[in-house]
């Protein structure tokens, strides 16, 4: 039985390919599992600056498997919830190829990652409550990634939307065509690759406190984690700058 996502290195970027595309990319436990586990993988890893995170098949991810048995999963099983809060608790960044339509769960996954691009010709939505489900959790975890306007459409009208009115409201950065994809996902990964990978990790956790607690929560964690010139991170890219060369933590050929 082949596994439900794919994991490779290349050049400081994992790839995680979500790869159970006859089940449309469902959060089984089998996918779950999977996936923390790539995660962990990509985190343990020194060598890795980015992870990305992708999918096969024409759907990023359907959401909850609605036809797994939840009585027999036993207790504490995973849910989406315990990946979107390793990608939030990850110091390296993550980058969300969207390359097929994301509902549910699948929606949040997506607006989950730190910047995401779709493609322009997916369909993205929060659908929980067509099916009699009112996602309160699914929204504690969206209130600080979105406007309250942007919210109340995507919870309550529930819409498939297209790629470019999930950018309007937030859930993904960019919607682009497939010719654009690729390079448009690149782009973005080298510019995170030229960051100071402990100067990135504060700055995100940072600005997720700044998201999360307002001004005063994020004053307080600046004043207890000031990264400044006098840091080895900062001593090795002034020097890199004033040197015209690329400072040492961006992976070379």
């Known amino acids: 039985m082949t596994a439900p996502t794919n994991y490779a290195v290349s050049r400081g970027v994992a790839t995680i390919t979500l790869d159970s595309a006859e089940n449309r990319n ?29 999918n096969s098949g024409g759907t990023f991810s359907a959401g909850a498997d609605l036809k797994e048995d939840h009585r027999s999963l036993g207790p504490d099983p995973l849910t989406f919830a315990d990946v979107v809060a390793a990608i939030d608790g990850s110091p390296k960044p993550v980058v969300g190829r969207i390359a097929g339509h994301a509902a549910g769960g699948g929606a949040v996954l997506a607006a989950a990652c730190d910047i995401a691009i779709a493609l322009d010709t997916v369909r993205i939505g929060i659908t929980e409550v067509r099916l009699g489900i009112a996602p309160v959790p699914v929204a504690a975890m969206m209130a600080h990634r979105m406007t309250r306007r942007a919210l109340f459409e995507a919870f309550l009208a529930a819409d498939m939307m297209p790629a470019s009115r999930a950018a309007e409201l937030g859930l993904v950065n960019l919607a682009v065509p497939a010719d654009q994809l690729d390079a448009t996902v690149a782009h973005y990964v080298d510019a995170l690759v030229k960051g100071a990978p402990q100067a990135l990790a504060v700055t995100k956790t940072a600005l997720q406190a700044m998201a999360d607690g307002g001004v005063a929560d994020a004053r307080a964690y600046a004043a207890a984690n000031t990264v400044g010139f006098g840091a080895s991170e900062a001593k ?18």
């Open 26 to 54: 469902a959060f089984s436990q089998a996918l779950l599992r999977s996936l923390v586990g790539d995660l962990e993988a990509a985190l343990a890893d020194g060598s890795v600056r980015v992870i990305v995170l992708t």
């Open 236 to 253: 090795e890219g002034v020097a890199a700058f004033l040197g015209k060369r690329p400072p040492a933590w961006i992976p070379q050929d």
